[in-house]
């Protein structure tokens, strides 16, 4: 009987072992991000922005792209989104890509 009831721990404790990064990953692809930066360019869905990455200390460019869902301020559309605007977005990690589900358009007074 003992011998059965080690088998048993052991057994859960490799499912744990195996399943917890997998529902751990999942969640977090869930969570919101935001990042905030100017605007590169904008085309077919895809917006490219250089925002600057407080943990590496640099500017990068980072590509995310639109959910048909997005929510707008400041801004109708993506046609209000160009080329040196100021922006803020949320967004999360889906399928291992970046998907906006909300755009802030900053206006000229609040850069």
Known sequence: MRKFFC???VFAVLL????SPIAVSEEQDD???YA????VSVKDGIITISE?????????NMVYEVASE???????SLE???EGCEISIEYVVKDGKNQITSIY???EEDV
């Open 36 to 39: 905030d930066g100017t605007v």
């Open 31 to 33: 969570l919101s991000n």
């Open 7 to 9: 088998v048993i721990m």
């Open 70 to 76: 997005v929510e707008f301020e400041n801004a109708d």
């Open 105 to 107: 358009l900053y206006e």
């Open 80 to 82: 209000d989104i160009h």
């Open 52 to 60: 600057y990455n407080f943990d590496l200390d640099l500017t990068k």
């Open 16 to 19: 744990t072992a195996v399943f």
